[in-house]
């Protein structure tokens, strides 16, 4: 049996909207409390975080630009999700910073859900897409420590 090796480019487009994440619940194999999660003028998005580099696309119920609320995201087969897909539907709150997750992978049919606080980062524009996290982190450390405080103050 041959590998079928066909691959097609997908142009990323040019950020509009970028969220810093902290989690507060995490699916078991996805351990990472941050990650910043940059949104495309095309419908494509990259997410990084300790563990995690890939694309995929995005379907958002309101303008992008302004603020997310509610969006639906389907990740580009990679290596975070074994060269498969997986699907993730994030509603945000802007008044109290908060979100909430459902993650659907191949083949299960029990959703997983997370969530957590999410705050914008300032001049999406600007945002390096080539960025390791340790770059990323390091650009965004006080916009992360928001979080953690977001997220300290409101256990219960």
Excluded: C
């Excluded at 999700?81 to 709150?93: E, I, M, P, Y």
């Amino acid at each position: 049996m041959t590998a079928h090796t066909e691959s097609v480019s997908i142009p990323l487009g040019q950020p509009v909207f970028v969220h810093a994440l902290r989690y507060t619940a995490l699916f078991d194999r996805k351990p990472f409390s941050e990650a910043l999660l940059i949104y495309t003028d095309n419908g494509a998005y990259k997410i990084v975080s300790p563990g995690e580099d890939h694309y995929g696309s995005y379907v958002s119920y309101t303008d992008v630009a302004e603020g997310p609320q509610h969006v639906i995201f389907l990740s580009w087969p990679s290596e975070d999700w074994d060269r498969n897909v997986a699907s993730h539907t994030l509603t945000f709150n802007p008044d109290s910073a908060a979100f909430t997750q459902v993650l659907v992978l191949p083949g299960n049919p029990v959703p997983r859900s997370q969530y957590g606080y999410a705050l914008p980062i300032p001049d999406p524009h600007s945002v390096d897409m080539t960025a390791s996290w340790d770059r990323v982190r390091e650009t965004y450390a006080e916009t992360f420590t928001q979080l953690e405080l977001l997220a300290t103050a409101r256990q219960p």
